[in-house]
């Protein structure tokens, strides 16, 4: 630790005057003065005098080509804003570069246009060979193939790292091709170096970046779920119910495939062109979509059941014998005939065998149960077919084999 401070103090003293505020000059060279006398004297303990952190967006604001240690991503990129749309980053380091390489000013504008144009400074005509190295990125450029392999990151950081005792906010930009062995060698090779901490990103590992070598970012392929419509075959087998709700009749025809499964629905009743048959039209239409694109008849069921509209009443269905619509009355017969006997129940649906409920009452009745275990043994819900009363609209409780309401004492039919 001692010896990093006094690399950093030979530094600030090698500071030369001419670009520095004398004042500022002259306090830097104290405080680390001060720094290693006190070292020497009572040494160092638990501490860290200098690290290098991350200045990526730091240095974008501040027009910087480079963060830190960092070589630069590519000569052109294209940088991801928080409210949406790209911003082009390009490299002005560039021609001062060339310039330094030798190259005329006329060489360099052309070199400069040849980037603009194609985001890469290879295949540039005016630029040697040899120089190519000095223009290689931590990204391979779109349109390009060089990139500054794993080891010359690691390298920077080894040669920096003497002069810091902390870690270094660097990362080693790995191909998308890199391997695990690729990633294992790279933290040997960090460790054989002395570096502290190692960062390691593998280009295109995250399906979003926010630094990019292309206006288009490429992303991997991502299989989406895609509905598919199972068709009934041209001829099938069909179940055909008459109905019959407070007077008004109608028409029901399921059509089903070869393993006995609903998959689409018609429904006749009324006149053409009358308002509740084009409803009714369309609610067929609906509902044979949905079960050919694969939505469960359960759920169908448990929405629509139990809907309460005009017309409503009494049927001639002995396993519902109140509807309180015709959609009601639809998905619970369709529920009662499609449904198994575990499902229905937890619906609060018929259609359990008469022959099965009579031999579980009376079971029930020989081994002393009363009336309301009976009913509860057999999954029937005295309210689940109650009506509204025709007289103030509260909802009906059943009076033996009718209804009655408390609200305004009228019946169903029953004294």
Not at 36 to 45: S, W
Not at 128 to 145: M, R, S, T, W, Y
Not at 198 to 212: F, S
Request: hydrophobic share 40%; aromatic share 6%; with cysteine.
């Amino acid at each position: 630790m001692l010896d990093v401070i006094a690399r950093h103090r030979s530094a600030a003293h090698k500071i030369d005057s001419a670009y520095v505020p004398l004042e500022l000059l002259r306090a830097s060279r104290a405080a680390w003065d001060d720094a290693y006398a006190l070292g020497r004297e009572v040494g160092f303990r638990n501490s860290q005098t200098t690290v290098l952190a991350p200045t990526g967006t730091i240095a974008f604001m501040m027009d910087c080509d480079t963060t830190g240690v960092e070589p630069d991503i590519a000569l052109v990129k294209y940088k991801k804003l928080v409210g949406g749309g790209m911003l082009k980053i390009v490299n002005n380091t560039v021609p001062r570069a060339l310039k330094r390489l030798g190259y005329e000013s006329k060489d360099i504008q052309s070199i400069v246009e040849y980037i603009d144009e194609h985001d890469t400074i290879e295949g540039a005509p005016e630029l040697k060979d040899e120089h190519l190295a000095v223009f290689d990125c931590a990204f391979k450029a779109a349109q390009g193939v060089r990139a500054i392999q794993p080891l010359g990151h690691l390298r920077m950081m080894g040669a920096v790292q003497p002069f810091i005792s902390g870690a270094i906010s660097k990362t080693i930009n790995m191909p998308n091709a890199a391997t695990v062995d690729d990633i294992a060698q790279a933290y040997t090779e960090a460790w054989r170096l002395g570096v502290k901490a190692v960062a390691i990103y593998r280009d295109g590992c995250k399906r979003t970046q926010p630094l990019n070598t292309a206006k288009h970012e490429k992303r991997a392929a991502v299989s989406e779920f895609q509905p598919v419509r199972r068709r009934l075959p041209q001829d099938c087998r069909s179940l055909r119910h008459k109905f019959d709700i407070a007077g008004h009749e109608g028409y029901i025809h399921v059509g089903q495939y070869e393993d006995g499964a609903p998959g689409e629905l018609f429904i006749k009743i009324a006149k053409e062109g009358s308002t509740i048959a084009g409803l009714m039209d369309t609610i067929g239409i609906l509902t044979s979509m949905a079960l050919q694109y694969g939505v469960p008849l359960e759920v169908l069921v448990n929405k629509f059941s139990h809907v309460r509209f005009e017309p409503s009443g009494f049927t001639k269905n002995p396993e519902i014998p109140i509807a309180k619509s015709l959609i009601d009355y639809i998905f619970r017969f369709l529920g009662t005939r499609f449904l198994n006997a575990e499902q229905r129940s937890e619906m609060g649906l018929g259609g359990v065998e008469a022959s099965a409920l009579d031999s579980k009452a009376q079971h029930i009745g020989r081994q002393g149960g009363d009336r309301d275990a009976t009913v509860e043994a057999l999954g029937f819900s005295p309210q689940a077919d109650a009506p509204s009363c025709s007289d103030c609209g509260a909802i009906m409780i059943r009076n033996g084999s009718c209804y009655k309401c408390l609200n305004c004492g009228a019946t169903s039919g029953c004294s």
